[in-house]
């Protein structure tokens, strides 16, 4: 017996990649090689094509798990077709909704003469068809003969490059668009940044039928702009660095399901302006820099760290000071204005906008100063 690979006989030497494509097939699919299967009768009755649906796991979305329907052609000499519904008893199985959309890619086509016919949708050209029409109307499976010709220019010609002999294990994809995601957030609580570096987060929307592969994220100088950053990432989060300072920025962002189908844009998030930490941008004394690290507004000179009141209780002293929630503080003390300053207790969590710190025994110096700093 001749191996394939060795036969050189017009008709037969092309075969080598028609077999290769169809075990190329059952390696990829899960689906081809589970246990679950329904075989397809056409409209016409075809007893010339083999039809039987895979699935990988009953009742599952073709978005997150496999399905094919697979069509082999028993006649190497003639053309065979027919068109092919779905029972609504099997779109049960192979998870198939009414009001979404589904498409195709032949993952055992030919590769001998385009190496891209795996890649491509074949129902209603991107559109495909919704579940309703699978069941109703269904989809016409065509099964050319074996060529007489290597190639031609005519697409009706009986070429190997224009209507191969192959086997169609055609993978369901759901290509229904998702819904946007959230509105993509910058960091902090005042609309700015300080610094040339931002990054902004969403919350992806959700999508159980056609799943999440990523996300489409722009960033511009002016809502639903990208002059700054058009690019995916599988992340909820992105990072953009090199602002300019002074420059006001904009994000939106979009979904990918697990077929690649981009869904809407968010709306673009609020506006994030960007401070040189250098500067001092509401005039209160304090740089930018300081007020981040203070956790106080850089753009509201009334938002200042400093102590509000000291007040001797007994032998004590309770300095307070204005605090954000969640940052941590220490109390120091000093006789003069000038190093060392001593830590008094341990660091104090803030839990809201104001908080006091003790000194036990503090009173009754001649003369002593506190400061409250930010533990970093």
Known sequence: MMPIWNDTDFGNDQLYHVYAGM???????????????????????????????????????????????????????????DNFKVPSALASDLGIQDGRLYNAKNISAYLGADNTRRDQWLWNGNTGYTGSQLKSGGFLVVLPKVPTMASSANPSDPAWNQRPFEAQYLKLYDVTPPPA?????????????????????????????????????????????????DDTTDSTSRMIVGLAYGSTVYARVSQLNNAG??????????????????????????????????????????????????????????????????????????????????????????????????????AGETKRFYRVRVVE
């Not at 009768?41 to 979305?61: C, L, M, P, Q, R």
């Open 23 to 81: 075990g190329a097939a059952r390696s990829f699919s899960p689906a081809l090689r589970s246990s679950n299967r329904w075989f397809l009768d056409g409209d016409g009755f075809n007893n010339k094509v083999f039809a039987v649906a895979k699935f990988e796991e009953g009742g599952a979305s073709p978005g997150v798990s496999d399905v094919v329907l697979a069509f082999s052609s028993l006649d190497r000499n003639n053309d065979q077709q």
């Open 261 to 362: 189908i981009e869904g809407p844009f968010s709306a673009a998030s609020t506006s994030l302006a960007v401070l040189d930490p250098a500067a001092d941008s509401d005039g209160d004394g304090q740089s930018n820099a300081a007020e981040e690290s203070a956790g106080t507004n850089a753009l509201d000179a009334s938002s200042v760290f400093k102590a509000t009141s000291i007040v001797e209780s007994g032998a004590d002293i309770t300095v307070t000071a204005a605090t954000v929630a969640g940052k941590f503080y220490q109390l120091e003390t000093s006789t003069t204005l000038s190093p060392p300053w001593a830590p008094i207790g341990s660091p104090v969590e803030a839990t809201g906008p104001s908080t006091p710190f003790i000194h036990p025994n503090g």
């Open 181 to 229: 995601p959230g509105v993509p957030a910058g960091p902090g609580l005042f609309g700015y940044v300080v610094g040339d570096s931002a990054i902004f987060t969403w919350t992806p929307a959700a999508d159980p039928d056609g799943g999440v592969s990523g996300y489409h994220l722009q960033i511009g100088t002016t809502p639903g702009a990208s002059d700054l950053l």
